[in-house]
């Protein structure tokens, strides 16, 4: 049962539009959630968080927005640049500390 | 920060043989986990320590595969005997622990290939 669920394998926008990328997940256990970014032969980096308890967590052109009752959590980019092409990933945190990530979505930015 | 260091970052190997997978997590960081990255199956969580102690090792597929961390600053991951399905990169990462995200620092990884 694959609990943290990314639907959208790739996504592809034009510079200066909003990039929408979307996760859902089954388990109300779980307290944080966190997107990464990665890039090729590159390890995931760490982008933008949100704890279960808020709805929305800003940070410069990142917003994630968090639905409880849906279990749903969406990342916002704007403006989008060709430099946010990657895979980003999405991870759901238990107080046990450990993470479990979604299948990454594929980000294309065109110039 | 020199970040997480694993080693070595390529390695390729006939079946049959030992591997072993080297990680240097950040100083100061008591959690450490190790992930495997397939194309089917994504990234997945083999094992995780906390203090140096293992809490979580239900991703290690099979009694192959074996991970140590005899030190706060040194994490070995082995396969022994290596099979070509465990061609895959494996990412090594650490972070603090507690309340809060805590989010995690990935090394660069380790592309094994097994032949």
């Known amino acids: 049962d694959q609990q943290v669920k990314q639907n959208s394998p790739s996504l592809s926008v034009q510079e200066g539009r909003i990039s929408i990328l979307n996760c859902d997940y089954t388990?109300?256990?779980?307290?944080?959630f966190l997107w990464y970014k990665k890039y090729p032969a590159e390890g995931p980096t760490f982008l933008i968080s949100?704890?279960?308890?808020?709805d929305k967590n800003e940070d410069g052109r990142f917003t994630v927005f968090l639905n409880k009752s849906a279990k749903h959590l969406s990342l916002h980019i704007v403006p989008s640049q060709p430099g946010d092409s990657a895979v980003y990933f999405c991870?759901?945190?238990?107080?046990?500390?450990?993470?479990?990530f979604g299948d990454g979505t594929t980000l294309t930015v065109k110039p | 920060d020199a970040g997480v260091i694993q080693s070595p970052r390529h390695e390729v190997t006939e079946m049959g043989q030992e591997v072993t997978l080297r990680c240097k997590p950040i100083?100061?960081?008591?959690?450490l986990f190790w992930y495997r990255q397939t194309m089917m199956r994504g990234l997945e969580l083999l094992i995780y320590?906390?203090?140096?102690?293992?809490?979580?090792d239900s991703g290690m597929p099979e009694d192959r595969f074996s991970a140590k961390m005899p030190n706060a600053s040194f994490s070995t991951l082995k396969i022994q005997p290596s099979e070509p399905r465990d061609s895959a990169v494996y990412f090594c990462?650490?972070?603090?622990?507690?309340?809060?995200?805590?989010?995690?620092?990935f090394g660069p990884g380790t592309r094994l290939t097994v032949t």
């Open positions: 990462a650490s972070s603090t622990s507690g309340t809060g995200s805590y989010e995690q620092y």
């Open positions: 100083s100061g960081h008591n959690s």
């Open positions: 320590f906390n203090n140096n102690v293992p809490i979580d």
């Open positions: 388990n109300s256990m779980f307290d944080y």
């Open positions: 991870a759901a945190r238990t107080n046990a500390g450990k993470s479990t």
């Open positions: 949100i704890s279960s308890i808020k």
